[in-house]
């Protein structure tokens, strides 16, 4: 665990899965000087799995005691996430992984979640709501990419008391511009916990190393030039690739 | 119950709370010809009581079995309206209740529904999504006007599959530009069923009569030259006025 931080009365909500994104996302909004206060969101997804590393990621950064877990049961539903009937694609390559809107798409998933942090950020008087999404790697999820974050900063402002008629909460995602291979680096610069993380789909641990969650990790690792700390079910190749 | 009609392909997923605004809004919607999918939302109100009405309502339309609750636990606080803490208002003159952010502001209230609802829209294939906010008579929330369902629209459009690359799904809020007596009118015209429903932001059955939701409802029945038909419990005179 990191040292113990003098009180800060500026306070961030931070959207953590438990992943590798969301974890760079928890070292930038450290590193820029908030008390972090992670929300984690379990919704029946099948690597629920990720929510043990969400509550180590948040012990690491002191935030144990601040994290909240929301449990949404089966509120939302429809994806191969989700939905027992959907297998999670595997061995895809990255040209297919980019070609089309994935069957892992959960319907207005990150809308929820920032609605729900939102709702929080504004009870507990926070500043600044971060999310990890990542329009390049992932640019067949609509609610990643730069529009929607704009849109969602109108509705904030608009919506909200905190908008309307306060100092306002700001939207901050600082992963949106990021290649999976900069996230790595910019997580391994700030220290993240990547041993603690989790990212594969299938929930499997070791990972399972061939679904697209996976397959974009190792990639990106790989493009960074350094090798990933978790353990894979598969051999892995760790020679940095040029990308 | 009204009758069975033939069944409908076209959806809708309607946001009912149980009371006067949101059943008239299932009657527009049920006028309109959708199969209606009524969603709603548990979330520590001090009025759950509304929930049943709720429950009453969608049967009324035939809807029992499409009703969704939504338990959102104890995830949405900071209000008048859901902490033990902070009594409900009462007694506030229409001048009053129009001057200010009401105490009984939820945060992100109607965002955090919007959202829940939107991702169960999209998941079942509807086309529209009603809610029935409306902006004169609640002036203090900023998450009724116009302008934060534009910018709400604007997120369906931008952060959803259904409206980045489908058809899209239809924001509708039928009550924004209505007074409460414009809103008794048209729910009576429709035949929505006023008894069953429940506006009393203390829970009281009979209605209190003098919390900010009931002094709205009264003076919209009065307006519209209609007697409430639920019982109140202090002496109302239902003189139509002039407003």
């Known amino acids: 665990m990191k040292p113990e ?23 930038v909004a450290d590193r820029a000087g908030y008390e972090l206060h992670p929300v984690t969101f379990s919704y029946g997804q099948k690597h629920a799995v990720e929510l043990e590393s969400a509550k180590r990621v948040a012990a690491y950064y002191g935030a144990a005691a601040r994290h909240r877990i929301f449990d949404l049961g089966g509120y939302i539903r429809g994806s191969a996430l989700t939905d027992p009937d959907q297998p999670v694609p595997t ?36 500043e600044a709501l971060y999310i990890g999404v990542n329009a390049l790697d992932y640019s067949g999820y609509p609610d990643c990419r730069p529009e929607f974050l704009d849109a969602f900063q109108r509705v904030i402002d608009v919506g909200t008391v905190a908008g309307a008629h306060g100092a306002g909460i700001r939207l901050q995602a600082p992963l949106v511009g990021l290649t999976k291979a900069e996230i790595v680096r910019l997580g391994s610069e ?22 697209d969650s996976c397959l974009l990790r190792i990639k990106g690792f790989r493009e960074a030039g ?18």
Chains 1, 2 share one sequence.
Not at 191 to 211: D, N
């Open 5 to 27: 931080k003098a009180s800060l009365s500026r306070r961030a909500v931070v959207v953590l899965s438990g992943g590798l994104d969301s974890t760079t996302c928890m070292a």
């Open 91 to 126: 061995g895809r390559s990255e040209q297919e992984i980019a070609s089309e809107i994935p069957s892992t798409y959960v319907p207005a998933r990150n809308i929820v979640f920032l609605s729900l942090a939102l709702s929080y950020a504004e009870a507990i008087g926070a």
């Open 190 to 211: 700030l220290g993240a916990p990547f041993e603690l993380t989790h990212s594969c789909y299938q929930g499997a641990r070791p990972a399972c190393g061939i679904c």
């Open 226 to 243: 350094l090798a990933d700390p978790i353990p894979y079910a598969v051999p892995v190749d760790w020679t940095p690739s040029s990308g």
